[in-house]
T-cell receptor
């Protein structure tokens, strides 16, 4: 089945530094990938839609200069949290949509626990 | 940003009993629905999906029911096992829009 690899699974960083999270589709091509943020005991909130070869589309209220997204190939999207602050601590999850399955093939990564100290 | 005041509904069932998890969705134009299982510290795991031209779909030990009239979705788990303990999310999708997740239900299976 479709597999999405997300790395790292956990990261601790100091305030003011930047952190990069990678999302890879291992056995399928993903023109579109998605980045979510999840706070404890809450649902997944879509942050942005990452499109291969073009700019990401950000949801309302998400700062594009703070959460940089790059989708340089059909199998890799990265999310960089710039100048991280403690309030950015959260669980970040990516999802990739299998291009071959159109609108119905969503697979999620295992998530990244970011702690900013 | 973070929402205030949200909490997960909970459901506790005895091992071996059937579980029913409910979800009310918001968009009458949604035509695709998915149930996900999320264990602590992990990403969502696909369980079962259903398209709007169906009202019932069965998988292994799971059944999804869709009532478009009242915009309601349910997940039935037969013979619930300890490994079923997790948070369950429904997600809806309307054409040309992205997946939207519901608030989730914490299922606890009691021995």
């Amino acid at each position: 089945g479709a597999v999405v690899s997300q790395h790292p699974s956990r990261v601790i960083c100091k305030s003011g530094t930047s952190v990069k999270i990678e999302c890879r589709s291992l056995d399928f091509q993903a023109t579109t990938m998605f980045w979510y943020r999840q706070f404890p005991k809450q649902s997944l909130m879509l942050m942005a839609t990452s499109n291969e070869g073009s700019k990401a589309t950000y949801e309302q209220g998400v700062e594009k200069d703070k959460f940089l997204i790059n989708h340089a190939s059909l199998t890799l999207s990265t999310l960089t949290v710039t100048s991280a602050h403690p309030e950015d601590s959260s669980f970040y999850i990516c999802s990739a949509r299998d291009t071959a399955r159109g609108n119905y093939g969503y697979t999620f990564g295992s998530g990244t626990r970011l702690t900013v100290v | 940003g973070e929402s205030v005041g949200l909490h997960l509904p909970t459901l506790s069932v005895q091992e071996g009993d059937n579980s029913i998890i409910n979800c009310a969705y918001s968009n009458s134009a949604s035509d695709y629905f998915i149930w996900y299982k999320q264990e602590s510290g992990k990403g969502p795991q696909f369980i079962i999906d259903i398209r709007s031209n169906m009202d019932k779909r069965q998988g292994q030990r799971v059944t999804v029911l869709l009532n478009k009239t009242v915009k309601h979705l349910s997940l039935q788990i037969a013979a619930t096992q300890p490994g079923d303990s997790a948070v369950y999310f429904c997600a809806e999708k309307a054409s040309a829009r992205q997946l939207t997740f519901g608030s989730g239900t914490q299922l606890t299976v009691l021995p």
